[in-house]
């Protein structure tokens, strides 16, 4: 029997039962990397034989009769987290030697719920890619078509998870980086609201790891069923023990419903910025059709929705302006006379002042009143996460060069991002989940968008769409 596909509660039950070890699952695991991963190239920093003992030791755990969440569960960690003596590198070649001493706080509660860690996954240059390549590790594919990407910049972890390379994954999200390669792959994840989970020790090689609360970014989990979410986010969240004392779990509130037929569902699939690709819109009505089956109230407009316009341009000022440290400015002037549309806004973003900034964030916080009154008349939103399933590889050296192909017209690559931001500019927690599949086989994702702090309203609508809609499937994988 093979156990690669198994989500983690299963793994756990398993292991209860005595069906299975840690060490047993583990090796299968570790098989099944050394045989695929040459061509999907999702896991960058192996890390076994350490895995190899630490499921030794979660067998040994079990069997003197203790428990922990995650006791035995292979996994994964995005390549960006620090995991003590392994590279972090963020994909730059000029920290190939950086190890640090020390576990990002994710991964120490990964270790102190029993999790096994198989390795470290890919990610893009610096993490500012919608694709998962660096000159250091490669290209990671899509599993399911490997001329296409497989998102970024979690794309290792998404792609790791679809290929059966452990039953969970962690990764982050400032511009739909756990979101897109959910969608790109076929499974799960969950943006988490901001600042709900520690991000210490998730940090460029370049800088300390400090106990700071991130402006956009957060930390999430990934997996193959809406269940294991819950399950993974429920350890990693909490502040940093470092400013908040040794406890760190939090109180979130319930699901607002546990019947279907109880939600009240926005449902959104046109941007006035970008097309919605049939694809794409064909995914989201199958999820509005399993909403409508099981009695949940769905509803396709509201004037309670804040402007998406505006939300896409405060999105990007607040972005752009935050990264401003990782972008050339040498030729501003001339690459802002040459913009228009979101990208004269990037651009535009790239020289903003203090009080720019201050004006941006004053829009945030209108724009958070607005979602809150929305809130109060609907539980959910769901709405794409990109316009298009996993698009061709594209390694144009300029980003601002490249484009996005939707439905035969071209749209500037970085366009794409404005799903994304609806969830990311306010902050409020999104989950992304499988959708069926495109014309071409290719998966296609949907995000649920809940209120913010009520993080377990969208995962437990993900839960009980789960069966409606296939949740993740595993397929025909066109790897070779």
Same mark, same amino acid.
């Given at each position: 029997?093979?156990?690669?596909?198994?989500?983690?509660?299963?793994?756990?039950?398993?292991?209860?039962?005595?069906?299975?070890?840690?060490?047993?699952?583990?090796?299968?695991?570790?098989?099944?990397?050394?045989?695929?991963?040459?061509?999907?190239?999702?896991?960058?920093?192996?890390?076994?034989?350490?895995?190899?003992?630490?499921?030794?030791?979660?067998?040994?755990?079990?069997?003197?009769?203790?428990?922990?969440?995650?006791?035995?569960?292979?996994?994964?960690?995005?390549?960006?987290?620090?995991?003590?003596?392994?590279?972090?590198?963020?994909?730059?070649?000029?920290?190939?030697?950086?190890?640090?001493?020390?576990?990002?706080?994710?991964?120490?509660?990964?270790?102190?719920?029993?999790?096994?860690?198989?390795?470290?996954?890919?990610?893009?240059?610096?993490?500012?890619?919608?694709?998962?390549?660096?000159?250091?590790?490669?290209?990671?594919?899509?599993?399911?078509?490997?001329?296409?990407?497989?998102?970024?910049?979690?794309?290792?972890? %998404? =792609? /790791? $998870? &679809?290929? +059966?390379?452990?039953?969970?994954?962690?990764? #982050?999200?400032?511009?739909?980086? !756990?979101?897109?390669?959910?969608?790109?792959?076929?499974?799960?994840?969950?943006?988490?609201?901001?600042?709900?989970?520690?991000?210490?020790?998730?940090?460029?090689?370049?800088?300390?790891?400090?106990?700071?609360?991130?402006?956009?970014?957060?930390?999430?989990?990934?997996?193959?069923?809406?269940?294991?979410?819950?399950?993974?986010?429920?350890?990693?969240?909490?502040?940093?023990?470092?400013?908040?004392?040794?406890?760190?779990?939090?109180?979130?509130?319930?699901?607002?419903?546990?019947?279907?037929?109880?939600?009240?569902?926005?449902?959104?699939?046109?941007?006035?910025?970008?097309?919605?690709?049939?694809?794409?819109?064909?995914?989201?009505?199958?999820? %509005? =059709? /399993? $909403? &409508?089956? +099981?009695?949940?109230?769905?509803?396709?407009? #509201?004037?309670?929705?804040?402007? !998406?316009?505006?939300?896409?341009?405060?999105?990007?000022?607040?972005?752009?302006?935050?990264?401003?440290?990782?972008?050339?400015?040498?030729?501003?002037?001339?690459?802002?006379?040459?913009?228009?549309?979101?990208?004269?806004?990037?651009?535009?973003?790239?020289?903003?002042?203090?009080?720019?900034?201050?004006?941006?964030?004053?829009?945030?916080?209108?724009?958070?009143?607005?979602?809150?009154?929305?809130?109060?008349?609907?539980?959910?939103?769901?709405?794409?996460?990109?316009?298009?399933?996993?698009?061709?590889?594209?390694?144009?050296?300029?980003?601002?060069?490249?484009?996005?192909?939707?439905?035969?017209?071209?749209?500037?690559?970085?366009?794409?991002?404005?799903? /994304?931001?609806?969830?990311?500019?306010?902050?409020?927690?999104?989950?992304?989940?499988?959708?069926?599949?495109?014309?071409?086989?290719?998966?296609?994702?949907?995000?649920?968008?809940?209120?913010?702090?009520?993080?377990?309203?969208?995962?437990?609508?993900?839960?009980?769409?789960?069966?409606?809609?296939?949740?993740?499937?595993?397929?025909?994988?066109?790897?070779?």
């Amino acid at each position: 029997m093979t156990w690669s596909f198994h989500s983690a509660e299963e793994l756990i039950t398993a292991m209860r039962d005595g069906a299975v070890t840690s060490a047993e699952l583990t090796e299968e695991a570790i098989a099944r990397i050394e045989r695929e991963d040459d061509v999907i190239n999702a896991i960058c920093v192996p890390d076994f034989d350490r895995a190899r003992a630490a499921a030794r030791d979660a067998d040994e755990v079990r069997a003197r009769g203790e428990n922990r969440p995650l006791l035995g569960v292979p996994v994964t960690v995005k390549e960006s987290y620090d995991v003590a003596g392994l590279p972090t590198t963020w994909g730059m070649p000029q920290y190939r030697d950086h190890l640090p001493a020390e576990d990002a706080v994710q991964v120490s509660r990964l270790k102190a719920a029993g999790a096994v860690v198989l390795g470290k996954t890919n990610v893009p240059l610096g993490l500012q890619d919608i694709q998962s390549f660096n000159e250091l590790y490669g290209t990671t594919t899509n599993p399911w078509d490997r001329g296409r990407t497989s998102g970024g910049s979690s794309g290792g972890s %998404a =792609a /790791a $998870l &679809a290929a +059966g390379f452990g039953a969970l994954s962690i990764g #982050s999200d400032i511009a739909g980086s !756990l979101r897109t390669p959910a969608h790109f792959c076929g499974v799960y994840a969950h943006k988490p609201t901001l600042g709900l989970a520690a991000t210490r020790g998730m940090v460029a090689p370049s800088e300390p790891a400090l106990p700071v609360d991130l402006d956009l970014a957060v930390v999430g989990p990934m997996a193959r069923t809406a269940r294991d979410l819950a399950l993974l986010l429920d350890v990693m969240a909490g502040p940093d023990p470092l400013t908040h004392g040794l406890a760190h779990r939090v109180a979130l509130p319930p699901a607002r419903h546990d019947r279907l037929g109880d939600f009240r569902v926005l449902v959104l699939d046109e941007h006035p910025l970008i097309p919605t690709g049939s694809a794409v819109r064909e995914g989201l009505n199958r999820v %509005a =059709a /399993a $909403l &409508a089956d +099981g009695g949940a109230r769905v509803e396709r407009h #509201s004037p309670l929705l804040p402007d !998406l316009t505006e939300a896409a341009t405060l999105y990007m000022q607040l972005l752009i302006s935050g990264s401003i440290a990782r972008f050339p400015i040498e030729s501003l002037e001339r690459l802002q006379a040459q913009a228009t549309g979101l990208d004269a806004v990037r651009l535009n973003a790239m020289a903003f002042s203090h009080s720019d900034w201050l004006r941006a964030n004053h829009g945030r916080e209108l724009h958070r009143r607005a979602w809150r009154r929305l809130f109060t008349e609907f539980d959910a939103v769901a709405c794409p996460i990109t316009p298009t399933p996993a698009f061709p590889h594209d390694h144009h050296p300029n980003p601002m060069e490249r484009t996005i192909d939707v439905d035969g017209a071209r749209h500037p690559y970085f366009d794409q991002l404005v799903w /994304a931001g609806l969830a990311t500019m306010p902050g409020l927690p999104a989950t992304a989940v499988p959708a069926g599949r495109s014309p071409e086989g290719l998966p296609v994702g949907v995000q649920l968008i809940g209120p913010m702090f009520e993080d377990r309203t969208p995962l437990r609508l993900a839960e009980l769409i789960e069966p409606k809609t296939g949740g993740f499937r595993i397929g025909q994988r066109r790897t070779r």
